[in-house]
T-cell receptor, first 115, second 114 residues
Framework: DTAVSQTPKYLVTQMGNDKSIKCEQN?????MYWYKQDSKKFLKIMFS???????INETVPNRFSPKSPDKAHLNLHINSLELGDSAVYFC??????????????FGPGTRLTVL | AQSVAQPEDQVNVAEGNPLTVKCTYS??????LFWYVQYPNRGLQFLLK??????LVKGSYGFEAEFNKSQTSFHLKKPSALVSDSALYFC????????????FGTGTKLQVIP
């Protein structure tokens, strides 16, 4: 059973298009995250939701819009894709709350290539 | 602000030898420290974490990490490296205050040579 799953695994698209990436977790966790990993493997948090409420919103262009229909799902919609959006996007989840020892569990990633 | 540094982009070690992957951190409060491993074309997998208490933390796959408060370090270690340990290793830190994000290091590529 896949704990944190993402679809699609690969996404190739043209500049200017709009695309979505979906994430689902079956761990019963309350908190979900989106991370971006660039070509140098740097990992940067983008957003975090706790029980469908946005709690972390880093400096991300407003072309990126997360949506959490329920606490098991967190989708990422990207408008007007640019070349610089090419990266691997990881979804993660954790039990959440204000526990600093909270451990995050990552999905397999979605490799986005913008042409 | 919290930060974490992994000073080595790559560490090479011969199979069977001990390995160390270095990490230093900076937080304003008590640190909560994590190590993750990323195999090629995969997501990050949790290895171990330091919360409080014993400075030597044991984790998955025979890895352990030593917390040193005076040196603000949390180095990852393994007594005997395996070729299958070759991967990208990330150190991460979060401070103790509420809903704080986790800050990841830049990653260290471990290459275990047969």
């Amino acid at each position: 059973d896949t704990a944190v799953s993402q679809t699609p695994k690969y996404l190739v698209t043209q500049m200017g298009n709009d695309k979505s990436i979906k994430c689902e977790q079956n761990l019963g966790h309350d908190t979900m995250y989106w991370y971006k990993q660039d070509s140098k493997k740097f990992l940067k948090i983008m957003f975090s939701y706790n029980n469908k409420e946005l709690i972390i919103n880093e400096t991300v262009p407003n072309r990126f819009s997360p949506k959490s229909p329920d606490k098991a799902h967190l989708n990422l919609h990207i408008n007007s894709l640019e070349l610089g959006d090419s990266a691997v996007y990881f979804c993660a989840s954790s039990q959440g709350g204000a526990n600093p020892a909270d451990t995050q569990y990552f999905g397999p990633g979605t490799r986005l290539t913008v042409l | 602000a919290q930060s974490v540094a992994q000073p080595e982009d790559q560490v090479n070690v011969a199979e069977g030898n001990p390995l160390t992957v270095k990490c230093t951190y900076s937080v304003s409060g008590n640190p909560y420290l994590f190590w993750y491993v990323q195999y090629p074309n995969r997501g990050l997998q949790f290895l171990l974490k330091y919360i409080t208490g014993d400075n030597l933390v044991k984790g998955s796959y025979g890895f352990e990490a030593e917390f040193n408060k005076s040196q603000t370090s949390f180095h990852l270690k393994k007594p005997s490296a395996l070729v299958s340990d070759s991967a990208l290793y990330f150190c991460a830190v979060r401070d103790a205050r509420g809903y704080q994000k986790v800050t990841f290091g830049t990653g260290t590529k471990l290459q275990v040579i047969p």
